[in-house]
């Protein structure tokens, strides 16, 4: 089925580790994002991308790298995690612009659950 | 930057009543896009409507409808005739028209009561 697919779904890491977050979407969505949901907090914007090679910081982007080699895929790097980065990670896309009768909702992937200990 | 706050942390409904929920936000734009989104214990982000900052119109989606009020800067969602399944956490969000970016209020967990 079409849409975003974020892997992994739930990752334990220990302080100091890296990891890379996947999202792709196969929907030719021009625009793709990454958001943290924590408590009380609702989302909050950490990178986005409006094609690919183009990148841009969010709201918390420190910590966090992304790149935007292919229009399918956007992931979310982690050199050094920190327990402040125990989140939920959510990645969405949609096709940029708002002209035309889709109105541009985003695709929301199913997140992924991280705790850094 | 544009902000959107959800004064209500927690909301309770009897089954089959009305209840709304709110959402502010500030912004010196003069187009933009507003959405409602559902997050239900399966954590899969749900749109549930939408709304085009230049109509005038609320728009409505079943048993969900918004009342928005541009000049005043908010967006209330009302829920008609509540069920069980409609139990979630309900972010408010704006979507700018010049950059893409969509900001979230932090959210107001709803409880149907049977």
């Known amino acids: 089925n079409a849409g975003v697919t974020q892997t992994p779904k739930f990752q334990v890491l220990k302080t100091g580790q890296s990891m890379t977050l996947q999202c792709a979407q196969d929907m030719n969505h021009e625009y793709m994002s990454w958001y943290r949901q924590d408590p009380g907090m609702g989302l909050r914007l950490i990178h986005y991308s409006v094609g690919a090679g183009i990148t841009d910081q969010g709201e918390v982007p420190n910590g966090y790298n992304v790149s935007r080699s292919t229009t399918e895929d956007f992931p979310l790097r982690l050199l050094s995690a920190a327990p402040s980065q125990t989140s939920v990670y959510f990645c969405?896309?949609?096709?940029?612009?708002?002209?035309?009768?889709?109105?541009?909702?985003?695709?929301f992937g199913s997140g992924t659950r991280l705790t850094v200990v | 930057a544009q902000t959107v706050t959800q004064s209500q942390p927690e909301m309770s409904v009897q089954e089959a009543e009305t209840v709304t929920l709110s959402c502010t936000y500030d912004?010196?734009?003069?187009?933009?896009?507003l959405f409602w989104y559902k997050q239900p214990p399966s954590r899969q982000m749900i749109l549930v409507i939408r709304q085009e900052a230049y109509k005038q119109q609320n728009a409505t989606e079943n048993r969900f409808s918004v009342n928005f009020q541009k000049a005043a800067k908010s967006f209330s969602l009302k829920i008609s005739d509540s069920q069980l399944g409609d139990a979630a956490m309900y972010f408010c969000?704006?979507?700018?028209?010049?950059?893409?970016?969509?900001?979230f209020g932090a959210g107001t967990r709803l409880t149907v009561k049977p």
């Open positions: 912004t010196s734009e003069s187009d933009y896009y």
């Open positions: 969000a704006y979507r700018s028209v010049n950059n893409n970016d969509m900001r």
């Open positions: 969405a896309s949609s096709s940029s612009g708002f002209v035309g009768p889709a109105k541009r909702p985003y695709t």
